[in-house]
C-alpha cells in the first residue's frame, strides 16, 4: 500500500482510531492511582575474593563468582534478608520482584541493586541482602574448610595406625624387603596427609566476601508517572492499536466509498456526487438540498444537466435520422418523448433513492421543465408531504383498475412544476402485469416533459426490473458506505442482463472536509432570500405556462405549505 493508501484508510475509519484511544485514555486514567507511583533504587557491592594461599592466586574464579550469585536468588539469604527489613510474605518472591544483580567475573564484583517505593527501604533492603549474603558464604566456607580438615585428619589417623602396624610386623622379624618397601612408601604419605590437615587447619576462608561499596543514603530516582503521563501513553499505544485495526477494517469493508471504487463495480460513470449531509439535515424531509445545502443543491442540479444531455443528443440523432429519409413523420414525436421517462432505482434499501428522486425532480423544475413524480416504491414509498401533498389514492389503486385515467390520480404540490402521483392505498402488488405497468407510464408521458419514477430496490423487487426496460433513462443510486461491493456487482449485472438504459451512478454521502465548499458560508439572511426567491421564480414560471395554455394564472403556494412540505411527515427522510 502507498502511503496516500494509508490516509484512506485512516479517512474511512478514522471513528475506530479515535474511539480505541479515547478508550484506552480513560480505562488508563482512571485505574490508574490519583498519586504518581514512584520507585527508588539503591546499589550494595560485594567482592568476591580467596586467600593467597588459593589456587587461583589471590583472585576468585568466575565459576565461583557465579555460584555465589545464586544464593541472592532463592533460599538462606532472601530469608534472613526478610526477617531484617520485616517483609512478611514468601522472601523468594521479595527476592525476585525488589532485588537484581549484575555479575562480572573477571573483576569479582556482584551488584545487588533494590527497588523500593521509598528510599529508605531501597536502602536498608540492599544493604540487607548484602551483608547477609557475606555472612551466609563465609558460614559455607567455614563449614567447608571444617569438612576438609576432618576428612585430612581422617587420613592421617588411617596413615599412622598402617604405619605402625608395619613396624611391629618388621619388629616381630619380617625384615622382608617389601615390608620395608610398604614402610617407606607409607611414611611418605603420611607426611603429605599431615602437610594437607596442617594448611586446611591454617586457612581461614578459602573463598572470602568483603563489601566493596555500601548503599549511599540517598537513593535514585527510578520512575514515577501519574495520571495523565500514564493516559498520554496508553493514547500513543491506542493510536497504534486503533491504525492496526482500521487497516483490518478496511481489508475486509466491501462497502463502497469512492468515486473510483464505485464505477469499477457498477460498470456506470458516476453522475452525480452528492456531499453528506449535516447531522441536523439528516432527519428532514428530501428536498432540503434546496433550503439549506447549495452544495447538495448544485449535486442534484449537476445530475439534471446531465440527463438532459443525453435526452438533447438523442434528440439530435432521431432528428438526424429523420432527415436522411429513413423515417416518417412519427420521427418528430419520438424525438419528443426521447429521455423524458427516467427511472430511478438503487440496489439495496437506505441507499437515498427517494431523496435523489425528489431532489431531482425539483432540480427539472428550477430549469423550467414540467415534472411529474410517479411514487412506485410500494413497500416503503416516498412521503408525499414532502410536497405538501396528501395521501389518497395512487399507482396501486391504478394498477387495480379502479379507473381509467392516471389524470384522476395526479396531485399539485407545494413547488411550482412538480406534480405527484402517490404511491395508493392498494397496498404492494407482487405480480403487477406489465401491460398496466405499460399503460401508467404511457399516460404519465403525456402528462410532463420529464417523468420520473421513483422504485423499489432493483436487487429486492421484480416490478423494478420489468420498469427499468420501460424507461428511457436508468439513474442508480449508491450510498458512500453503505452499498457494498457484492451488491452493486449483482445490480450491474442485472441491468447488463435486462438492457436497461442505465447512464449513471450517484454516489449519496460523500464526506466532504471543512474546506471543500466552493460557496462557503452565505451572508446572515441570504438562506431566507434565496428560498423566496426560488418560489417567486417558479411560481413565475408555472404561471406563465398555464396563463399560455388556459389564460388564468394558478394559485399560489403558501410560504407556510411551503416550510411544511420541507419538513416532511414525522420529521423522517424518505429511503
Not at 64 to 93: C, Q, S
Not at 157 to 163: F, G, I, K, N, T
Not at 195 to 207: E, I, L, M, N, P
Not at 478 to 499: I, K, M, N, Q, Y
Request: proline share 5%.
Amino acid at each position: 500500500m502507498e502511503p496516500v493508501d494509508y490516509l484512506k484508510v485512516l479517512k474511512n475509519h478514522w471513528k475506530v482510531v479515535a474511539a480505541l484511544i479515547i478508550l484506552a485514555m480513560v480505562v488508563t486514567f482512571y485505574a490508574s492511582p490519583a498519586k504518581p507511583t514512584k520507585a527508588y533504587s539503591a546499589e550494595h557491592v560485594v567482592l568476591l575474593d580467596t586467600v593467597a594461599g588459593g589456587e587461583e592466586g589471590g583472585r576468585a574464579s568466575s565459576s565461583n563468582v557465579t555460584a555465589a550469585a545464586i544464593f541472592l536468588e532463592a533460599g538462606e539469604v532472601p530469608k534472613r534478608a526478610a526477617a531484617i527489613v520485616g517483609f512478611e510474605g514468601d522472601p523468594n518472591v521479595l527476592a525476585q520482584s525488589k532485588i537484581s544483580k549484575v555479575v562480572e567475573p573477571e573483576s569479582g564484583l556482584i551488584t545487588i541493586t533494590a527497588t523500593a517505593g521509598k528510599p529508605d527501604e531501597a536502602i536498608a533492603l540492599a544493604n540487607a541482602f548484602g551483608s547477609e549474603f557475606i555472612k551466609y558464604v563465609a558460614e559455607r566456607e567455614g563449614q567447608r574448610i571444617e569438612a576438609e580438615s576432618a576428612q585430612a585428619q581422617i587420613e592421617v589417623d588411617r596413615l599412622e595406625q598402617q604405619l605402625t602396624e608395619l613396624q611391629n610386623k618388621q619388629a616381630g622379624g619380617d625384615n622382608s624387603a617389601g615390608t620395608q618397601g610398604q614402610i617407606e612408601a607409607t611414611t611418605d604419605d603420611l607426611g603429605t596427609a599431615i602437610r594437607t590437615a596442617a594448611t586446611a587447619r591454617d586457612t581461614t576462608s578459602y573463598v572470602t566476601l568483603r563489601e566493596a561499596v555500601s548503599a549511599s543514603q540517598d537513593a535514585g530516582f527510578v520512575s514515577g508517572f501519574g495520571r495523565i503521563p500514564r493516559a498520554l501513553f496508553m493514547g500513543v499505544v491506542g493510536a497504534l492499536a486503533g491504525f492496526g485495526v482500521a487497516v483490518m477494517l478496511d481489508r475486509s469493508d466491501s462497502r463502497l466509498r469512492t468515486k473510483d471504487q464505485v464505477e469499477r463495480r457498477f460498470g456506470l460513470p458516476v453522475l452525480a456526487e452528492v456531499p453528506l449531509l449535516a447531522l441536523r439535515d439528516r432527519s428532514r424531509a428530501a428536498v432540503v438540498a434546496f433550503e439549506r445545502e447549495p452544495r447538495v443543491a448544485e449535486a442534484y442540479r449537476g445530475l439534471r444537466t446531465a440527463l438532459l444531455l443525453f435526452r438533447s443528443r438523442t434528440e439530435q440523432h432521431a432528428l438526424a435520422t429523420n432527415g436522411n429519409g429513413h423515417s416518417n413523420g412519427h420521427s418528430a414525436q419520438a424525438a419528443n418523448s426521447v429521455r423524458q421517462l427516467v427511472v430511478v432505482t438503487s440496489p439495496e434499501a437506505g441507499d437515498g433513492k427517494s431523496t435523489t428522486t425528489a431532489n431531482l425532480a425539483m432540480a427539472y423544475a428550477e430549469s423550467g421543465q414540467s415534472v411529474l413524480l410517479v411514487s412506485w416504491d410500494l413497500w416503503r414509498p416516498l412521503s408525499p408531504g414532502v410536497f405538501d401533498a396528501q395521501e389518497g389514492p395512487g399507482v396501486a389503486d391504478y394498477l387495480d383498475g379502479s379507473a381509467s385515467s392516471l389524470v384522476r390520480y395526479v396531485q399539485d404540490t407545494s413547488i411550482p412544476g412538480v406534480r405527484i402521483v402517490t404511491a395508493g392505498l392498494g397496498g404492494h402488488h407482487p405480480y403487477t402485469q406489465i401491460e398496466n405497468a405499460r399503460r401508467l407510464l404511457e399516460e404519465a408521458r403525456s402528462l410532463a416533459n420529464i417523468v420520473i419514477v421513483d422504485t423499489a430496490p432493483i436487487l429486492s423487487a421484480s416490478v423494478t426490473r420489468e420498469l427499468v426496460t420501460l424507461a428511457d433513462a436508468v439513474v442508480v443510486v449508491c450510498r458512500s458506505g453503505r452499498t457494498t461491493g457484492p451488491a452493486a456487482d449483482r445490480c450491474a449485472e442485472l441491468l447488463e442482463r435486462l438492457g436497461a438504459p442505465a447512464l449513471g451512478v450517484v454516489l449519496v454521502g460523500v464526506p466532504t472536509g471543512p474546506f471543500a465548499d466552493y460557496y462557503g458560508a452565505p451572508p446572515k439572511g441570504s438562506r431566507g432570500l434565496e428560498r423566496a426567491g426560488f418560489r417567486r421564480r417558479q411560481t413565475e414560471e408555472a404561471g406563465a405556462r398555464h396563463k399560455a395554455i388556459s389564460g388564468a394564472a394558478p394559485a399560489r403556494p403558501t410560504s407556510a405549505g411551503y416550510r411544511a412540505g420541507m419538513r416532511g411527515p414525522e420529521g423522517r427522510e424518505p429511503s
